[in-house]
């Protein structure tokens, strides 16, 4: 399956490379390079990519490729699932997951390379079973490692890979038991030059962090769960038991998770939290523009609309932008024309806004298109949807754990064409 | 640590050194390749000195700095002597390293190599299934054709391996060796066959994906696994799904007739029912239906809806694709949700995805019309995302929904991205052939864009309104003449040719406008591009014959400047045209045709997806995604007109199943729906029950240690209760989970003792009136109780009746602890069960009495142990066993001088009489003539010490050390005997 790994930063050299069959050369990467000069963009280099005698398939995360070499059939999407699953796990081990970092634990990925892959062939891609084969770096570890000359790498099998439920490792023990459930949903939206929305859907996940002893088994029930339209499950919910009571019966990993996602059905009307009056104009022999923007609450059950953060990309013919924002603090970066303005809270009383001119290329003609302005926002202790969870509840276990639902609204794409 | 920081410590001068390399490229002066060459040299030295330190922090800091360095991809293959010698370190870490070290090198190095294989050999047998585990990993990695038999013999070891982790690493072993060695194909096809009969869903996915490399046309092999395979789908690790739904999808593809018919008849619940039950299969068969589903088609398609709910995008695309080509027409729908929601997922997810619904909204709009706001195209979109999302919008368009796909169009034809721009103008063109009632709409609306500021939105324009005229009969000599007049601000070689040919073509309805277009054109023909040249003179050719009068001149005069061109096709083209057109003695013969050639009607192009001849891939595939065939792509074939037998796929009823499921006819139990786990395991202890009652058998007569270790795992799995209600479904899964614990923490004291199996009489047929009855000790730790031994009974049915209701009945002392087997409710005459009990001897060899009860007779039967299997194997090093026999001198010892047949003075043949008698561990001794076996009592755990050492002339002394004296004596006298005899 998948032959080598090369990791590519954004200057494109190749900063490490790891084989698990023969060892492929690192030309082989040419035809990478080759594609990303052609594309204009980083992100617009294709992920999978043939070359004469291999398939190279990449991903593009925090600003490295990670191009992975297949030399015969599978399904792309496999290959690009564990790349996204290295990552993640990489992210989970050093906190970050850049080319310094990567660096620096060099020794730590590759043990983790050579257990998540045998022969090309997933092997151990769950978190908690890797971290009992490989210890995850701590200052503290480090430090006790070179003092002791004990090492990061477990000796035993871990318990995990040979249970059926092997995303929750055995012996757990806390002081503390609690299990803590973020409810956390994303509104995707295009809304058009008249305010109207042209289309708004609802995704949501519940992240869960839980630090319990022994094997506890948990249910969660929801008021309304028929508004979970479409959902997806971390493997431990049984599913059976979704289907025919809509309850979510499980037995957690240790530590943090993703419980679920899910989509809201889009017969529902979702509420659009922001409004956004705005008037961009560019005349017609002028080198001047005009740009108005405010912002408002709309719909949002009276909580307030926080971290709030638009941003725009002007169009090319832009030389400069003289605005002045109500609240808050704005960036135009002259060369990528890309504009953010940091809004921070919503005041219902006072609304934000930012006005001012930009000043255009002097001779060019108006450009065609207006800018699309895309929001942030987030809004806290309130999930759009109106979903609730109803209770919790565990068994398998003596102890009363302590328990904790947050729930928060966040923008997810949420465009404004102008 | 970076390696750059360790260089620090070195000194100043390598750090220079270091940043020298790093500058440096490969091809620069001689004298910097040079000085890399000796800094690498001089840097090896001292990594060298490392390794070979006495210190292990200093070797383990070495091998650091070298994986570093194979991570650069820089060569570090001159420490390989220096860095294999640690292969054996204690240090797991340090081991870890130098295996990476090796997998990299060792093909480069292949002698050197070989000093390692015996390390990973040793380790092979050592007792921590990982240590195993990773020894045939790092073994199978190593590339060096000569230890090809050594892998084998690994492999096929592995697999009949107690741990079902060490297993798995053999299925993936199989793919290694087979790359390395395709002439090994035939064996290795055996241990697939054999792996794919694993019960354990940790090996499904490894053994499938052995399968898929190794000898993907051997249909045959999935045949008796197809049912268990689909049944154990949910529990596989998320890969191994993927892998084995797209192998299932091929294998039905063979198997099953296709749902696709018109007249077929979908009733979820008619099927449903008489999947059920495997008499009313037959029922079905004969019934005039035209379709009937295979139930083993029913299956596959059941087992993998709920995977679509899986967090893994490739298992939901793997279902998908699944469901796309297996599924009955109206049930590929379910798909769509997943897959639209597989859209939130990162960038390169996405590109796929929207790949494959590309093709698929092609053959099936409705799917996924109702989602088309999904695929609306946001201005952070990845240019190939934005383009492929407009495929689909235009795939989807339709009467009722163009309106609002041309809105939204509108907005993206004024994107800032203008390749975007240009892609959407053509997926204008396309709504505008295919659906007649928009055309004119879209014609104007592009003949607007004409004169929109960018050039290649222009020009784009120009060529979709060439394609939408030609495919328009109609009068458009309005929008022709309006193009004549852009014609000179547009520059896009493409565009200006676009419009001389639409010219040309449609002469007689501008005859003023086109000559005079001919005339602009003669000026500039020099500095034309090819292609516009070629449609000048394509121009001057038509209205010559159209026109003659005014373009007389001007045609020889473009001709002419064509003769002249440096483009050989230009020169040739304009022969060929002055030829046609204008006629001479010699080649007159084409002449009189001209007009019907040039001017001919032409047929209009069709404007079609770029997805349209994607689908002669199946969906999901990287070749799907290329539009190329990928090397190793399996056509997936057309179905059958005639399914093959279907009865291939039936696993041999083995009658253990009734212990499980007693009432005959009903092959499974109603089962609560809501766990998922519990009904799961159910299926699985049935056929484990099974598997574990032909193994045994199997091992009894053939007595291969391999199926009989492999039986040892199944029956780990026995107890778990089926007829579970709530409650006990969780406590049968902790009880799972918990007996897999001890089997793992089991295989680490145990070692497997390769001895034949000797099967007792219980109960004769004669006296037994039909009902025969054999037991032995499979000396596997008892599950019931722990301070039970295990004893297996194999019953058999010789009479011509069936047998009913075999249970056990009274048993004498009546303080005897057995564990009994469950109630058989029937036994088939000629059939045999195996079931397993456990009885407590109180580690003596009284016999333990009971009686065999049938519905209507009993026996009285007894079992008596030999005293060695009251013991259990214990692991202890030389060290323990010498320390342990010295607290038990004196009274708790016995000895002897016996005399041994010759044949028994070899080590090997010494622990295979003593083994065959005791179940007793081996103890590694480190003299040779000192041979030691530990082992525990069952019942109370009291330790028997055994050792035997070798005199000359074949006699030896053997000592016994235990606080059962008893039983030291009767293991003596069995011990001697055993040992006496050849």
Redesign the interface.
Known sequence: MIHSLFLVNASGDIFLEKHWKSVVSRSVCDYFFEAQERATEPENVPPVIPTPHHYLISVLRHRIYFVAVIQSEVPPLFVIEFLHRVVDTFQDYFGVCTEAAIKDNVVVVYELLEEMLDNGFPLATESNILKELIKPPTILRTMVNTITGSTNVGEQLPTGQLSVVPWRRTGVKYTNNEAYFDVVEEIDAIIDKSGSTITAEIQGVIDACVKLTGMPDLTLSFMNPRLLDDVSFHPCVRFKRWEAERILSFIPPDGNFRLLSYHVSSQNLVAIPVYVKHNITFREGSSQGRFDLTLGPKQTMGKAVESVLVSSQLPRGVLNANLNPSQGTYTFDPVTKMLSWDVGKINPQKLPSLKGTMSLQAGASKPDENPTINIQFKIQQMAISGLKVNRLDMYGEKYKPFKGIKYMTKAGKFQVRT | ???GALYNDQGGAETAVEAGTESAPTSSSTGAAFGLFSADFKKNEDLKEMLESNK??HK?EAM?RV??L????KNASELFPAVVKNVASK????K??V??YLV?YA?EQQDLALLSISTFQRALKDP???IR?SAL?VL??I?VPIIVPIMMLAIKEAAADL???VRK?SA??I??LY?LDADQKEQLIEVIEKLLKDKST?VAG?VV?AFEEVCPDRIDLIHKNYRKLCNLL??V???GQ?VII?MLTRYARTQFTSPWKEDAVFDENNEKAFYDSDSEEKKGQTESKPYIMDPDHRLLLRNTK?LL??????V???VAQLYWHLAPKHEVSIVT??L??LL?S????Q???LQNIATMSIQRKGMFEP?M??F?V???D???IKTLKLEILTNLANEANISTILR?FQ?YV???DKAFAAATIQAIGRCATNISEVTDTCLNGLVLLLS???ETVVAESVVVIKKLLQTQPTQHSEIIKHMAKLFDNITVPMARASILWLMGEYCERVPKIAPDVLRKMAKTFTTEEDIVKLQTVNLAAKLYLTNSKQTKLLTQYILNLGKYDQNYDIRDRTRFIRQLIVPNEKSGALNKYARRILLAPKPAPVLESAFKDRDRFQL????H??N?K?????ELSDWPAVAPDQSVRNVEVIEPVKEWAPLVGKAKQPKS?????S?E?EEKDEEESESSGSDDSSSSSSSSSSSSSEGLFYDFMLPCELHDTDSTS?LS??L??NL??C??AQSQVTTPSFSPVKTYELLHHMSGKGLAAKYHFPRQPCLYQPNMVAVQVILTNCSDHSLEEIHIGDRSPASLNIHCFNTIERLEPEASVTVSMGIDFSDSTQAANFQLCTKTDQFSVSIQPAVGELLMPSSMTEEEFCKDQGKLLGMNETSATITMATANTSSLAINKQLLSVANVGVVSSSQNNIHRFAGRTVSSGALVLVSLELRESSTALLTINTEKSIMASMLLRDLKQALAMA
């Open positions: 640590m970076s390696t292990e922090s383990l650091k994986v570093g194979i991570a650069k991809g240090n797991i870490e340090l870890k390293l295996y990476v990299r093909e921590n299934q990982f585990a990993r199978s990695s590339r741990s079902p982790y690493t993936h072993a793919q290694k790359s940790l490894s994906m949910v529990d690790e998320e890969w993927v797209s709920p709910q899986s967090r893994n995008t490739a939901v695309m793997s949700k997943s639209v929601r939130r990162h960038r390169e997810v590109y796929i995805v989602f706001k999904s609306y946001r201005s952070t990845a240019t190939h939204e907005t004024k994107s800032q929109n500021r960018d999901g595939t990287l070749s995604s290329l190329i990928a090397t190793g792509y399996q729906d809501d766990k998922f786990y009904d395991e969780l899964l902790y799972f989970i897999l614990l089997l793992s």
